[in-house]
């Protein structure tokens, strides 16, 4: 069975910092890129960050690029979202995504269950 669960969410307050990690089971987790995915109050899912298999290839959404570092630990199959500077608009649920293939984007088909974040004073 493919299972993501992420962790690391929590309230933040606003110029702060969090780490979230996302462990995987069930699938050959080096062989597939990964992402992260957050969805906002009231909005549709975005696109943080992504990273290849190897972590030769990443992507940052327009909105949080410069304030996230997105990484992987294939031997303890986990990936990872530090997030930096963050903005009360940072607030939302962060979803760990497995991707169809090893480089580029090409459709997310396993998600986690997401973490929320909160970031207020």
């Known amino acids: 069975e493919v299972q993501l669960v992420e962790s690391g969410g929590g309230l933040v307050q606003p110029g702060g910092s969090l780490k979230l990690s996302c462990v995987v089971s069930?699938?050959?987790?080096?062989?597939?890129?990964m992402a992260w995915v957050r969805q906002r109050p009231g909005k549709g899912l975005e696109l943080v960050s992504h990273i290849s298999w190897d972590s030769g290839v990443k992507y940052f959404g327009e909105s949080m690029k410069g304030r996230v570092i997105i990484s992987r630990d294939n031997a303890k199959r986990t990936v990872y979202l530090e997030m930096n500077s963050l903005k009360s608009e940072d607030t939302a649920v962060y979803y760990c995504?497995?991707?169809?293939?090893?480089?580029?984007?090409?459709?997310?088909?396993?998600w986690g269950p997401g973490t929320k974040v909160t970031v207020s004073s």
């Open positions: 995504a497995k991707d169809q293939s090893v480089g580029l984007p090409e459709g997310y088909d396993r």
């Open positions: 069930g699938f050959a987790f080096d062989n597939y890129a």
